[in-house]
């Protein structure tokens, strides 16, 4: 990972659950930032079913841990200086 650390991805209710992120998609993240030239900030990464609930996220959501032991799910925004 060249622009993202694994807290970026963290619930905010569980600390250390970033390290559930889907790996292809950091990578896939690292890549657009690269490509972009200017910084996002992810908003929401992995989610406890808790944390899915308050956002109003979807029974079955990207953002929660699935069969293969990864989220899939990231929310980013970007802000530009223009």
Do not use: Q, W
Not at 20 to 26: E, K, N, S, T, V
Not at 37 to 65: C, P, Q, W, Y
């Amino acid at each position: 990972m060249k622009y993202f650390k694994l807290e970026a991805f963290d619930s905010k209710d569980d600390p250390g659950s970033g390290k559930f992120m889907d790996p292809a998609l950091i990578e896939i993240l690292d890549v657009i930032r690269e490509e972009c030239g200017f910084m996002f900030t992810v908003n929401s990464g992995v989610r406890t079913k808790a944390h899915n609930i308050e956002e109003g996220g979807s029974e079955n959501s990207d953002h929660l841990v699935k069969y293969d032991g990864y989220a899939h799910g990231v929310d980013i925004a970007i802000t530009t200086g223009k």
